[in-house]
T-cell receptor
Framework: EPEVTQTPSHQVTQMGQEVILRCVPISNHLYFYWYRQILGQKVEFLVS????????KSEIFDDQFSVERPDGSNFTLKIRSTKLEDSAMYFC???????????FGSGTRLTVV | GDSVTQMEGPVTLSEEAFLTINCTYTATGYPSLFWYVQYPGEGLQLLLKATKADDKGSNKGFEATYRKETTSFHLEKGSVQVSDSAVYFC?????????????FGKGTKLTVNP
């Protein structure tokens, strides 16, 4: 069964450093998403991406965040200057169309120290 | 605005007990409805879905019926197993901020004891 692949599974970074979280969506999917889950809390929408541009972003997705699909297969989330409160599990998801279920990756646990 | 309300846990059951996790939503239309499951240390897996009124989604013994009259999508299982211990998320496709997206409930942690 096709999978969404995320790397790394766990990343530890110092506050103020830049991190890039990587995702390989399912190959025929057109819609891409990032969500995050702070430990023990709800899963929150960050951003959606379609046709090489952001469709929508949440209030969490401020100027420190950016997304990119650099080569037609990878979908990356960059945090320019990490803060302690960015520590969370970040999930990438993709979907074949915008009213269909999403397939999620297994997540990247980001720890900012 | 569109929103989802999910029964909060934690829920602790004995093996073979009956499970219900309530989920209701507020929406302007008839959204597609999903349940996701997160096993310990893992990501989010689609458990089941229903895309129109009266549809019943089912998988691994779990069921949920799309009830448009009560805007509900309650998750049920007749006989839970220890391996069902996980966090369950109700997630309708709702319109928030101008576009449709999966909006997750707060999650219900289920623990099944032998």
């Amino acid at each position: 069964e096709p999978e969404v692949t995320q790397t790394p599974s766990h990343q530890v970074t110092q506050m103020g450093q830049e991190v890039i979280l990587r995702c390989v969506p399912i190959s025929n999917h057109l819609y891409f998403y990032w969500y995050r889950q702070i430990l023990g809390q709800k899963v929150e929408f960050l951003v959606s991406f379609y046709n090489n541009e952001i469709s929508e972003k949440s209030e969490i997705f401020d100027d420190q965040f950016s997304v990119e699909r650099p080569d037609g297969s990878n979908f990356t989330l960059k945090i320019r200057s990490t803060k302690l409160e960015d520590s969370a599990m970040y999930f990438c998801a993709s979907s074949v169309r915008d009213n269909y279920g999403y397939t999620f990756g297994s997540g990247t646990r980001l720890t900012v120290v | 605005g569109d929103s989802v309300t999910q029964m909060e846990g934690p829920v602790t059951l004995s093996e073979e007990a009956f499970l219900t996790i309530n989920c209701t939503y507020t929406a302007t239309g008839y959204p597609s409805l999903f349940w996701y499951v997160q096993y310990p240390g893992e990501g989010l897996q689609l458990l089941l879905k229903a895309t129109k009124a009266d549809d019943k989604g089912s998988n691994k013994g779990f069921e949920a019926t799309y009830r448009k009259e009560t805007t509900s999508f309650h998750l049920e299982k007749g006989s839970v197993q220890v391996s069902d211990s996980a966090v369950y998320f109700c997630a309708p496709l709702l319109t928030q901020g101008g576009s449709e997206k999966l909006v997750f409930g707060k999650g219900t942690k289920l623990t099944v004891n032998p």
